[in-house]
């Protein structure tokens, strides 16, 4: 029985990296919220560890601690190389994916021009840390340990919320304009509303082994990420999330395969290769999944991260993927809640989230199938005897075994999409009733896996560039409002588009203007990738995306910005 029944703007399930970066964006928005985890506290152990350029933008707009992350990131010098292909890790690879190698260079400049925040490798469990230390400072967020979503029931005015408290053993009732479902893979709220996911559920299965352990004096020659050993009867990956201390082995293994106590240690200390002592600290299972849910959204309920998207993990788009679902979605319930626009808003949520979505779950699914390429070169098969023959023949030094490794690492440069995303993490561009287009120009999605091209049409991510306020280095992102829109113009404009604004008599859009006086272009960026012409002017959604471009004022570009701003309100016009 309930025993008390409270009232929240927003309750978000689930204190993960989604749900804690949720709780972030909607206290930055100014929305009163409820945060529940059944579980007592953060994840212990690491998981993800793929943070992307695009997550790491979003967090600095949500006012993460950049220099915090950077603390708990793997230093570069460990990033040598991203993947490594061996017998056992005591041995020498076979081949490696380098990132720090020339030809890598070009495509390394350019993740540093197109974003403040490049990429980096964070530990799960480190970074839900730091998230869940600036969501429980801001004091619109109330975040409870412990306490399990048990049911729900909507209506036209909310969702009814049932909760279970742990801790003390009691129940309580949460009467929430809006839920948010960042509770994984497994969403009960998703199953609650009967959402199917689509797509394959078994693509593979593993068995992880965390451990602790210090294995630099064997990868010293090749410090890197993920180091791939194969055997004749086993197939393993090792992820070094700190190489000094921290490991994950993943053993592939049978849906429904039983494992003893002792294979665990069995299994690490083969791919191992010598006897450099581990300590075995958890073992877990999982398995490889490529599915999408049905639906985004259930009425007042929506779903975010992997209770609506599972992926596997080649490509680390998983998490990524889920930071801008919530990156979409809280700022246009902020301005719900906040009587600046009507419930038909959220309809644009999934519209413009599936497409990005879908192409992310093919992608991750396509890279995981193309390394079997890696795997044929090696000599894996089904047939034991002549995979270990051919493992045995490349140990050996002669002309044969060079050309064989010769083709390993020629499959292993072909993997480049794995490794390198800028264009799926960047390229994402919206389409629908918050962007205004001519019929001849629709946003065209410029998505490459590995390649990004920086574009001001509308639909797509504003470029990033460097501005300057004074003494203060900013990005274009940094002045983009967190709930209104907001409209870059030039100095030149920035008279007629604040005098058009303030005759609409409208509060809804912030004006920047970018010229010579306060804040002016840092370099030749702006000029470069902006290219804004005198009086022409850009109108940038809170998520960054822009909604609408023109090159030129006049009283027609004015309506059209203005009849937009009808659909931003959820206001029904012809």
């Given at each position: 029985?309930?025993?008390?029944?409270?009232?929240?703007?927003?309750?978000?399930?689930?204190?993960?990296?989604?749900?804690?970066?949720?709780?972030?964006?909607?206290?930055?928005?100014?929305?009163?919220?409820?945060?529940?985890?059944?579980?007592?506290?953060?994840?212990?152990?690491?998981?993800a560890h793929v943070v992307s350029a695009r997550t790491m933008e979003i967090l600095r707009a949500a006012g993460i601690s950049e220099p915090a992350m950077r603390e708990n990131a793997t230093p570069l010098a460990d990033m040598s190389y991203l993947g490594c292909w061996a017998h056992t890790l005591a041995k020498e690879p076979w081949g490696g994916f380098a990132l720090l190698s020339p030809e890598n260079a070009d495509y390394l400049?350019?993740?540093?021009?197109?974003?403040?925040?490049?990429?980096?490798?964070?530990?799960?469990?480190?970074?839900?840390?730091?998230?869940?230390?600036?969501?429980?400072?801001?004091?619109?967020?109330?975040?409870?340990?412990?306490?399990?979503?048990?049911?729900?029931?909507?209506?036209?005015?909310?969702?009814i919320a049932s909760i279970r408290n742990h801790e003390d053993d009691t129940s309580y009732e949460i009467n929430a304009d809006f839920l948010i479902a960042c509770d994984g893979a497994g969403s009960a709220v998703r199953h609650q509303c009967g959402i199917e996911m689509h797509g394959p559920r078994n693509l593979q299965h593993w068995a992880t082994v965390v451990l602790q352990a210090d294995f630099r004096h064997l990868v010293k020659?090749?410090?890197?990420?993920?180091?791939?050993?194969?055997?004749?009867?086993?197939?393993?990956?090792?992820?070094?999330?700190?190489?000094?201390?921290?490991?994950?082995?993943?053993?592939?293994?049978?849906?429904?395969?039983?494992?003893?106590?002792?294979?665990?240690?069995?299994?690490?200390?083969?791919?191992?290769?010598?006897?450099?002592?581990?300590?075995?600290?958890?073992?877990?299972?999982?398995?490889?999944?490529?599915?999408?849910?049905?639906?985004?959204?259930?009425?007042?309920?929506?779903?975010?991260?992997?209770?609506?998207?599972?992926?596997?993990?080649?490509?680390?788009?998983?998490?990524?993927?889920?930071?801008?679902?919530?990156?979409?979605?809280?700022?246009?319930?902020?301005?719900?809640?906040?009587?600046?626009?009507?419930?038909?808003?959220?309809?644009?949520?999934?519209?413009?989230?599936?497409?990005?979505?879908?192409?992310?779950?093919?992608?991750?699914?396509?890279?995981?199938?193309?390394?079997?390429?890696?795997?044929?070169?090696?000599?894996?098969?089904?047939?034991?005897?002549?995979?270990?023959?051919?493992?045995?023949?490349?140990?050996?030094?002669?002309?044969?075994?060079?050309?064989?490794?010769?083709?390993?690492?020629?499959?292993?440069?072909?993997?480049?999409?794995?490794?390198?995303?800028?264009?799926?993490?960047?390229?994402?561009?919206?389409?629908?009733?918050?962007?205004?287009?001519?019929?001849?120009?629709?946003?065209?999605?410029?998505?490459?896996?590995?390649?990004?091209?920086?574009?001001?049409?509308?639909?797509?991510?504003?470029?990033?560039?460097?501005?300057?306020?004074?003494?203060?280095?900013?990005?274009?992102?940094?002045?983009?409002?967190?709930?209104?829109?907001?409209?870059?113009?030039?100095?030149?404009?920035?008279?007629?588009?604040?005098?058009?604004?303030?005759?609409?008599?409208?509060?809804?859009?912030?004006?920047?203007?970018?010229?010579?006086?306060?804040?002016?272009?840092?370099?030749?960026?702006?000029?470069?990738?902006?290219?804004?012409?005198?009086?022409?002017?850009?109108?940038?959604?809170?998520?960054?995306?822009?909604?609408?471009?023109?090159?030129?004022?006049?009283?027609?570009?004015?309506?059209?910005?203005?009849?937009?701003?009808?659909?931003?309100?959820?206001?029904?016009?012809?």
């Open positions: 029985m309930s025993v008390q029944l409270e009232h929240a703007s927003v309750v978000i399930v689930g204190a993960g990296p989604i749900g804690l970066t949720a709780s972030c964006l909607l206290s930055q928005a100014g929305i009163k919220h409820i945060l529940l985890e059944q579980n007592l506290g953060l994840h212990q152990w690491p998981q400049g350019q993740v540093m021009v197109t974003t403040p925040t490049p990429n980096a490798n964070i530990p799960q469990n480190k970074l839900e840390k730091i998230l869940h230390q600036h969501a429980q400072a801001a004091p619109l967020g109330d975040i409870r340990f412990g306490h399990q979503l048990q049911s729900h029931v909507q209506n036209g005015e909310g969702v020659a090749h410090p890197g990420l993920l180091y791939w050993t194969y055997g004749p009867e086993r197939t393993g990956l090792f992820i070094a999330y700190d190489i000094d201390d921290q490991w994950v082995y993943m053993h592939a293994c049978e849906e429904g395969q039983e494992i003893t106590d002792e294979q665990p240690e069995q299994w690490v200390r083969t791919a191992v290769g010598d006897d450099t002592p581990f300590k075995i600290v958890h073992t877990d299972r999982w398995s490889m999944s490529a599915q999408v849910a049905q639906h985004f959204r259930d009425g007042r309920i929506f779903l975010a991260g992997d209770a609506a998207h599972r992926f596997p993990p080649t490509g680390g788009m998983g998490m990524n993927t889920g930071m801008q679902d919530v990156f979409n979605l809280c700022w246009k319930i902020a301005r719900i809640v906040n009587d600046d626009s009507a419930l038909a808003l959220l309809d644009s949520y999934e519209i413009e989230r599936r497409p990005s979505v879908e192409k992310n779950c093919e992608q991750s699914r396509v890279n995981f199938e193309k390394m079997s390429q890696v795997e044929e070169a090696i000599g894996i098969s089904s047939n034991v005897e002549k995979t270990r023959e051919n493992l045995n023949l490349l140990d050996i030094d002669d002309t044969n075994s060079q050309q064989r490794r010769d083709r390993i690492q020629q499959s292993i440069n072909a993997q480049r999409d794995h490794f390198f995303m800028l264009g799926m993490d960047l390229g994402v561009c919206y389409d629908g009733a918050l962007i205004q287009t001519c019929p001849e120009d629709a946003p065209k999605n410029n998505w490459q896996a590995s390649e990004y091209n920086p574009s001001t049409a509308a639909g797509n991510r504003l470029p990033h560039c460097w501005l300057q306020d004074g003494d203060t280095r900013l990005s274009t992102h940094d002045i983009v409002a967190s709930v209104k829109l907001t409209l870059l113009t030039t100095s030149d404009g920035y008279q007629q588009w604040a005098q058009a604004l303030a005759d609409t008599g409208t509060d809804d859009i912030e004006i920047q203007a970018i010229g010579n006086a306060g804040l002016a272009p840092a370099d030749d960026g702006w000029a470069t990738l902006i290219g804004m012409k005198q009086h022409g002017a850009l109108l940038i959604r809170p998520d960054r995306h822009i909604a609408f471009g023109t090159d030129h004022f006049s009283e027609n570009t004015c309506k059209d910005i203005f009849r937009l701003l009808q659909n931003y309100r959820g206001e029904n016009h012809e």
